[in-house]
C-alpha cells in the first residue's frame, strides 16, 4: 500500500464530508466513499483496512466535526489562550478518531468479507454492516456524523426517504452507490460499465419517489396556532454572568411582550434562555409579563435535582404555573458532563461557570402543552433520531427544538439546522426551532422551510404550525431497513460461501 493511496483516501473523506454545511456540496458523498472502499477490495489486508479506514475516517469526521474548534478562546472562562488552543484541539482529536473508529470496524468488516468469499463484491454485506455500525454508534453519548446528515437540508427529495426507514435509508443509498462506484473502478472487463447503470438507475428511483413525497400535499393538518420565537443572540462569553443575565431578561421579557401583543398564542425561548433556577424566576420581570400577558411560554432554564440541576423547558400556562417541565436527556461529553467521571473527575474541570453537576433527565419523557404533546429536543438531543420518533409515537403532535449553539464556529447552527429538517421529515411533524445566536427556523412536515433567522442577530418571529397526528411509517416500525439488510446480507454471505467452498478447496489442492 502506497503514501499516494493513504493520500487519495484521505481526501475522499474530506469530499464525502464537503455534504454537510458550511459547504453543503451533497453530490460529493455519493463517491467520496468509493475510493475507500476500492482500495479496501485491492489491499485485503487487516492491517491495512485499520490504516486505510482510519484516513479516510479522520478526513471525513475531522472535517464535518471542525466546527469543535470554534471553542477557542476560552479567555472569558478564565482559561489561558495557550491552553484553550490546546483544550479546543484535544477535543476536536478525541471526538474525530472516536467518529473514525466506525469506519475502522467497517473497513475490518469488509475486509473479512473479501477475504471469506473471493471473487464476490459484497455491497449487500459492506451496507449492511454500514447500517448495523451507524445504529449502535447512535446509542453512544459521541454521536453526530451520520453519512445521511451530508445530504440535508439541500436534498430534499432524498431527505424524504427518512420519513419511511429513518436515516438509515439514505445512508443504504449512498453507501450502495458507493459501493457501485468501487467496482467498477476495480473491474477491468467489458461490462464493468453495468455498475455505473445500476447506480443512475438506483438514485433515479429513489429521487422519483422521494419527489412524489415531497410534492404530496400536506394532510392531516390539526389544531392551527401561531407560535413565538425568541433569538436572545446573548454572547456566551457573558450569557452565565451580571452583564449576560441582565441582558436576557431585558431582551427575553421585551420579545415576550412584542409576540404576545401580536398576537402569538405561544412563545418560544431558545436553552437556557434565562439562566436561572426556576425558584429564582417567580419574582422576576419576566415571570411578571407572562403573568399580565396569559401567552403560554415555553421557557428555557435550570431545574433543580438531587445532587445537581438540569437543563430544562418550562411549560407555563395562562396563569404562569408550571404545566409541565423537560429535562435535556443527551448531555454534552466534557461539556455538561464528565465521563468515567471518577477517574477524570480529577483532571477535567467541566467548562461552566456552574459549580453543581448537571444530571440527565429520563427518556421517557412527554411534555404536555395547551396546544397538545409536544416533541422535545435541546440542542445535542437533534442528532439522535430515536428520541424524537419516541415521543411522536407517545402521542407528540408538534415538535419544538432549542438550541445554544454560540461557542462553536459557524458551521456549527448550518449542521445543526440540517440535523432538525431530517427529523421533521422523519416524524412527519411541524417544527419551531429556536436558537439563542441562530438559525431559529419553522420547517414544514416535509422539511421545506418556512422561516429562517439571520446569524447572530436578535430576532422575534412569529408563524402560523399545525399539530399532526398521523404517524410516518418509519414512527410506527421504526429501522426496519437495517435489520432487514442484515438478515439478507447473512443468507448472501451463507449461500455465497457454500457455492464457492468446492471451487476454494480445488484450489487449494491444486496449489498442493
Given amino acids: ?62 472535517f464535518v466535526l471542525s466546527w469543535i474548534l470554534g471553542i477557542h478562546p476560552m479567555t472569558w472562562l478564565g482559561v489561558p489562550w495557550f491552553y484553550s488552543l490546546l483544550i479546543a484541539l484535544a477535543c476536536w482529536l478525541l471526538v474525530s478518531i472516536y467518529g473514525a473508529s466506525l469506519v475502522v470496524f467497517w473497513s475490518l468488516g469488509l475486509t473479512f468479507l473479501y477475504k471469506r468469499i473471493p471473487h464476490h463484491h459484497p455491497i449487500l454485506g459492506g451496507v449492511a454492516l454500514w447500517l448495523a455500525l451507524e445504529g449502535i454508534y447512535s446509542y453512544t453519548p459521541l454521536w453526530w456524523s451520520s453519512l445521511s446528515l451530508t445530504q440535508s437540508p439541500h436534498n430534499l427529495e432524498i431527505l424524504q426517504l427518512g420519513s419511511l426507514t429513518g436515516p438509515s435509508a439514505i445512508v443504504a443509498l449512498l453507501v450502495t452507490i458507493n459501493g457501485l462506484f468501487a467496482h467498477y473502478l476495480s473491474n477491468s472487463s467489458k461490462k464493468r460499465n453495468i455498475y455505473i447503470l445500476l447506480a443512475i438507475v438506483l438514485y433515479s428511483l429513489a429521487w422519483l419517489v422521494g419527489f412524489s413525497m415531497h410534492h404530496t400535499p400536506i394532510s392531516d393538518r390539526g389544531q392551527g396556532f401561531k407560535i413565538g420565537l425568541i433569538q436572545g443572540n446573548i454572547a456566551n462569553e457573558i450569557k452565565l454572568y451580571p452583564a449576560g443575565f441582565i441582558k436576557a431578561i431585558d431582551g427575553y421579557r421585551q420579545g415576550y411582550e412584542e409576540l404576545a401583543q401580536q398576537g402569538a398564542q405561544m412563545v418560544i425561548t431558545p436553552e437556557t434562555a434565562l439562566p436561572f433556577f426556576w425558584d429564582d424566576l417567580k419574582s422576576g420581570s419576566f415571570y411578571k409579563s407572562v403573568v399580565r400577558a396569559k401567552v403560554p411560554v415555553l421557557l428555557g432554564g435550570f431545574g433543580r435535582s438531587d445532587g445537581g440541576y438540569t437543563n430544562s423547558l418550562f411549560m407555563l400556562n395562562l396563569d404562569a404555573q408550571i404545566m409541565g417541565q423537560y429535562d435535556k436527556t443527551k448531555l454534552v461529553p ?53 428520541l424524537f420518533r419516541r415521543q411522536t409515537r407517545a402521542g407528540g403532535v408538534y415538535i419544538v427544538t432549542a438550541s445554544n449553539d454560540a461557542h462553536y464556529s459557524k458551521a456549527m447552527p448550518a449542521q445543526h439546522h440540517g440535523q432538525d ?32 433567522s439571520s446569524l447572530n442577530e436578535y430576532q422575534t418571529h412569529s408563524e402560523m404550525i399545525y399539530t399532526r397526528s398521523s404517524q410516518t411509517f418509519y414512527v410506527r416500525f421504526g429501522d426496519w431497513l437495517s435489520w432487514s439488510l442484515l438478515f439478507l446480507a447473512g443468507l448472501d454471505l451463507f449461500f455465497i460461501s457454500k457455492k464457492q467452498s468446492p471451487k476454494i478447496k480445488e484450489t487449494q489442492t491444486t496449489n498442493k
Fill in 1 to 62: 500500500m502506497s503514501i499516494a493511496s493513504i493520500i487519495i483516501v484521505f481526501f475522499g473523506g474530506i469530499l464525502s464530508a464537503s455534504g454537510c454545511e458550511p459547504l453543503g456540496w451533497w453530490i460529493a458523498p455519493w463517491f467520496g466513499l468509493s475510493v475507500l472502499w476500492w482500495s479496501l477490495s485491492k489491499n485485503k489486508s487487516y492491517r491495512n483496512s485499520i490504516i486505510l479506514g482510519l484516513t479516510w475516517g479522520l478526513g471525513y469526521h475531522g
Fill in 334 to 386: 466534557l461539556g455538561e458532563y464528565i465521563p468515567f467521571e471518577q477517574i477524570l473527575g480529577k483532571f477535567i474541570q467541566r467548562l461552566s461557570p456552574l459549580k453543581n453537576r448537571l444530571q440527565a433527565g429520563k427518556q421517557e419523557q412527554i411534555l404536555n402543552s395547551p396546544f397538545g404533546k409536544v416533541i422535545i429536543g435541546i440542542c445535542y438531543e437533534s442528532a439522535y433520531s430515536e
Fill in 421 to 452: 429538517v431530517m427529523r421533521a421529515i422523519e416524524n412527519g411533524r411541524w417544527m419551531a426551532r429556536v436558537t439563542n445566536t441562530g438559525y431559529s427556523a419553522i420547517i414544514t412536515p416535509r422539511g421545506d422551510l418556512v422561516w429562517k
